[in-house]
T-cell receptor
Framework: TAGITQAPTSQILAAGRSMTLRCTQDMRHNAMYWYRQDLGLGLRLIHYSNTAGTTGKGEVPDGYSVSRANTDDFPLTLASAVPSQTSVYFC????????????FGEGSRLTVL | GDSVTQMEGPVTLSEEAFLTINCTYTATGYPSLFWYVQYPGEGLQLLLKATKADDKGSNKGFEATYRKETTSFHLEKGSVQVSDSAVYFCALSGTYNFNKFYFGSGTKLNVKP
């Protein structure tokens, strides 16, 4: 079972360039999330989507945008990357009607120079 | 707002030692509580959970009890193994928006042979 697939696994990006991190799930979960993980800060929510067609802002949304055109895909876009966006990004999903458990992808390590 | 505070690490133990990682929370209502584990180079995965006061979650020898009177959900294991070395995250899902998850900053556990 694939679960959640993220791409790319790792990327180095020049400041000012745009980048889209891809996230696909095959569990038909309604809710999806993007988190960033930074040393000492744990996981911080960037954006979330409770269902296809809707999105919401998390704790640290500035500089990021998301879309949710269908149930399976939840891409995260950095329109103009800055060095402070260097981080490990995790996509996750949950089944609103189920256990409330979050299922995570393997992460995407992004370095902005 | 809702939040989670967990003890800072790293925690270094010898194999077969007793483990406690403290976690306290702030929340309105009755949140669900979780412990997630992250092994090196991987995404987070659910370790255990509890959905109401006095519930005990358990898995792989780990246990945590939902204590509403002390707003705590401490993680314990009687005898740790080297394979338990990982980062452990305490988390809660909001009572009124159960799709909102709040994470602690993580506690790194190192178990030495």
């Amino acid at each position: 079972t694939a679960g959640i697939t993220q791409a790319p696994t790792s990327q180095i990006l020049a400041a000012g360039r745009s980048m889209t991190l891809r996230c696909t799930q095959d569990m038909r979960h309604n809710a999806m999330y993007w988190y960033r993980q930074d040393l000492g800060l744990g996981l911080r929510l960037i954006h979330y989507s409770n269902t296809a067609g809707t999105t919401g802002k998390g704790e640290v949304p500035d500089g990021y945008s998301v879309s949710r055109a269908n149930t399976d895909d939840f891409p995260l876009t950095l329109a103009s990357a800055v060095p402070s966006q260097t981080s490990v990004y995790f996509c996750a999903s949950s089944d609103r009607a189920g256990t409330g458990e979050l299922f995570f992808g393997e992460g995407s390590r992004l370095t902005v120079l | 707002g809702d939040s989670v505070t967990q003890m800072e690490g790293p925690v270094t133990l010898s194999e077969e030692a007793f483990l406690t990682i403290n976690c306290t929370y702030t929340a309105t209502g009755y949140p669900s509580l979780f412990w997630y584990v992250q092994y090196p180079g991987e995404g987070l995965q659910l370790l255990l959970k509890a959905t109401k006061a006095d519930d005990k979650g358990s898995n792989k020898g780990f246990e945590a009890t939902y204590r509403k009177e002390t707003t705590s959900f401490h993680l314990e294991k009687g005898s740790v193994q080297v394979s338990d070395s990982a980062v452990y995250f305490c988390a809660l899902s909001g009572t009124y928006n159960f799709n909102k998850f709040y994470f602690g900053s993580g506690t790194k556990l190192n178990v030495k042979p």
